[in-house]
Every structure is written in structure tokens, then in C-alpha cells.
């Protein structure tokens, strides 16, 4: 992925007046992750007093959320910015899907295979990666993990898969 920005031509489906449509439209998401954060804190029991309720932090962040969403919102009004990136979905999609690999398989397979199957998975999030690397840097991460968890931590982890314990 390049930093620099390309010269060509710029259709714009944004109006004139937003002068950096990045800025703008990521203050609007803020802004919206906001609104929904102080909506679902709504029924959470506030502040009295000077004793926190379960709601007071939620929506201490939601609030601060949307003043800075607003402000990156307005500055995108403001000044001249980049036109909206290109959205690469590679990434975060592998990634994503390697957490839910390793939710799904870590009960029936263990710590030691659901994790070095989680590292393969979100190491295609990435045309440039270099597959002999990535298992060894997987074998690595495996072995430090399955010494972390149940032995350093002594969380109750079973480490290898239920049909080869039994």
C-alpha cells in the first residue's frame, strides 16, 4: 500500500463545499459509533453523586467520542484534504476471520493448533506474505503462547486437541 497519493483525475461524488472528504466522513463515522454507544448506555444506571454507576463511563467516552468526531468532522470542512482512500477489505477481513477461527476451534483442538491455525489465517491477510516465514514466526508465537497462558498465568487451557488427550 502506498502513501502517496495518485494524480490522476478525481471523481468525486462528494460536493464542493467539503474540502477534505476523508476527514469529514470519518468524523461522521465517529460521530455515529457515538450515537450508538450513548444509546445503548441509555438504560445503564448514571452517575450520583460522586459514586460511578455502570453507565458513567460508557457514556463519559460516547460523549467525548462524538465532540471529537465533530471536530474531525468540521475540519474536514475547513481544510483541504485527501479525497476517500480506497478500502482495502484483505486485511481486516483475515484478521477478523482468524478471531473467529480461533473462538470456534480452541475448545475442540486446543491452544496449540486453533492458535497456529489462527496465525496462518490472518497471515493471508496480505498479498506480500512470505509463507516460510510466517510458520516459523506462527511455531514461535504457538509455543510462547501455550507457555504464557497455562503455565505463566495458569489459565485452565487445554493445549492440544480433546482426541489425542483420551
Known sequence: MSDTPSHGPVNSIMPKWIRCPQDFVGGLALVAIAAFALWASSDLQGMRGFSFGAGTAPRMFGILLLLLGAGISVM????????IAKYHWRGPFFVSLSILVFAVAIRPLGLVVSAFVAFLVAGMGTPETRWKETIIVGICLTIGCSL???????????????????
Open 76 to 83: 474536514g470542512l475547513m481544510f483541504e484534504g485527501p479525497q
Open 148 to 166: 504464557l497462558f497455562p503455565y505463566a498465568l495458569g489459565l485452565p487451557l487445554q493445549l492440544f486437541p480433546r482426541f489425542l488427550i483420551q
